[in-house]
């Protein structure tokens, strides 16, 4: 069974391992291959009959050109990358790693709040540069610090990372409403759920959280900032796709929005030119808040697993029945 990795790289830059997989057949792992339609990505398929991806995308016609293609399996949730309906149509299961990184992305989108709410980088940099020493009062602060206790969060999605995160923020003591298509009466224990326009107007803090799909992209855009608290700070670590960038980034500069905490922008790497660069109290994350090495681990074992049940002839985790 002859087994590629197309971009390995992001899963494992060497501080886990392959063996598992290769436990199952032979396995060729590439760190990086286009992350759009090249010829390449078919002429290193190969013959191979499971290919194992991120991010390289998977079109029609590389299926074609690699007719000996029995399982698609992503190292990652999600599989838009790769054509999920053509491969049902040829028979091929595309299976994904559904849950990996719930409290890590949730962590981390705290993690952003709390850097803008207290500076703490900026702080840590100024103090070693000489600052603090040199101060005639026994502290200084160069930014406004913010107090989350009492403030309003609104989410935007309020699924297992949104669930997550609610429960974080009500451990700061913060009140919490959500939004979302499908509302669960257990999930009422951690927000109130409101319509969209509510969780706009009376947020103080906005999280996204929410899919991508045809009705979020874009939610962040100049009517719904208009919608928003003066003042409001917005944090995204779900999809760039959900902001109207430029929107935001003019929202930032007129300080319409306070500050913005992203870790995922519209083209990934990111753009020389996207405007989110050059706005005002932006914090801009290279796409990390899965990252850690135990979601990272979790994503390995589950695609083993997927492999093992494909190869078991019960594939599981099947995007595309």
Known sequence: MKIVILDGYTENPGDLSWTELERLGDVTVYDRTSYVEDSIIAERIGDSEIVVTNKTPISKATIDKCPNIKLIAFLATGYNVADYSYAREK??????????????????????????????????????????????????????????????????????????????????????????????????KLATYVTLDDLLEKSDIIFLHCPLFPETEGVVCKDNIAKMKDGVIIINNSRGQLVVEQDLADALNSGKVYAAG???????????????????????????????????????????????????????NVVNK
């Open 262 to 316: 992203i870790d995922v922008v519209s083209t990934e790497p990111i753009n020389s030119d996207n405007p989110l660069l050059k706005a005002k109290n932006c914090i801009i994350a290279p796409h990390i808040s899965w990252a850690a090495k135990e979601s990272r681990q979790r994503i390995m074992d589950i695609t083993v697993e997927n492999v093992k049940a494909y190869l078991n002839g019960n594939p599981v």
């Open 91 to 188: 028979g091929i299961p595309v299976v994904n790693v559904p849950t990996y990184g719930t409290q890590i992305v949730s962590q981390y989108a705290v993690g952003l709040l709390l850097e803008i709410c207290s500076h703490y980088g900026h702080h840590d940099m100024t103090v070693k540069e000489g600052k603090w020493e040199n101060n005639s009062d026994w502290c200084y602060w160069d930014y406004p610090m913010i107090e989350l206790y009492g403030k309003t969060a609104g989410i935007i999605g309020l699924g297992r990372i949104g669930q997550s995160t609610a429960k974080l923020l009500n451990a700061l003591e913060m009140n919490v409403l959500a939004y979302d298509a499908h509302e669960s009466e257990a999930n009422r």
